[in-house]
């Protein structure tokens, strides 16, 4: 199985900051990469496929970069409303895996 | 765009089985593929098997392999996830998630995004 993993766990911000999360998978996905925004008790919604291409209706502070097994989730000028868990996803082979989460709250 | 609309919250003795239902409104299955995904309390998401249209047959994450059984039938735009020989483990929020499928240079050759996701169904596992 391919191991994926994030850092940091869980980050401090204030709004209007830089943020940026970064994921690592154990073997080469090319760009079959996900990453997902979570707030409690809510759904997973999907932010970005195929490393950096991002989904219809997500604001453009979101983007995402890399290749291969290294990979990056940046928001550009952090908002009360991004503070959430975030979580990268490989769905490049059987079974598809997920990182742990990284947390990102209010310093 | 396609809504899912997962059936609602159970709670099941342990030993018994589940099935929970996501409906697709707003589209259909037809080259989409569909996947199951759970959280534990607390936790982080789990995946636990999926289905692509094309490639009809299901694929399952060892961990659950024998003891779940995902379909999806395209005539009522549903997909099921049942779930057998239910623990105290098994207590977790289920989701379904659909999305686009692509082709990848790796077995099985075929993928899917993740893009929708239902609202999820609590399965509660208690004696």
């Known amino acids: 199985d391919i191991q994926m993993t994030q850092s940091p766990s869980s980050l401090s911000a204030s709004v209007g900051d830089r943020v940026t999360i970064t994921c690592r998978a154990s073997q080469g996905i090319s760009n079959y990469l996900a990453w997902f925004q979570q707030k409690p008790g809510k759904a997973p919604k999907s932010l970005i496929y195929a490393a950096s291409t991002l989904q219809s209706g997500v604001p453009s502070k979101f983007s995402g970069s890399g290749s291969g097994t290294d990979f990056t989730l940046t928001i550009s000028s952090l908002q009360p409303e991004d503070f959430a868990t975030y979580y990268c996803q490989q769905y490049y082979t059987y079974p598809f895996t997920f990182g742990p989460g990284t947390t990102v709250d209010i310093k | 765009q396609v809504q899912l609309a997962q059936s609602g919250a159970e709670v099941k003795k342990p030993g018994s089985s589940v099935k929970v239902s996501c409906k697709a409104s707003g589209g259909t299955f037809s080259g989409f593929g569909i996947s199951w995904v759970r959280q534990a309390p607390g936790q982080g998401l789990e995946w636990m098997g999926g289905?692509?249209?094309?490639?009809?047959?299901?694929k399952y994450a060892q961990k659950f392999q024998g003891r779940v059984t995902i379909i999806a039938d395209e005539s009522t735009t549903t997909a099921y996830m049942e779930l057998r020989s239910l623990r105290s483990e098994d207590t977790a929020v289920y989701y379904c998630?659909?999305?686009?499928?692509?082709?990848?240079?790796?077995?099985?050759?075929?993928?899917?995004?993740?893009?929708?996701w239902g609202q999820g169904t609590m399965v509660t596992v208690s004696s």
């Open positions: 289905i692509i249209s094309i490639l009809g047959t299901a």
């Open positions: 998630a659909s999305g686009h499928i692509v082709v990848v240079p790796a077995i099985p050759s075929h993928s899917h995004t993740f893009d929708i």
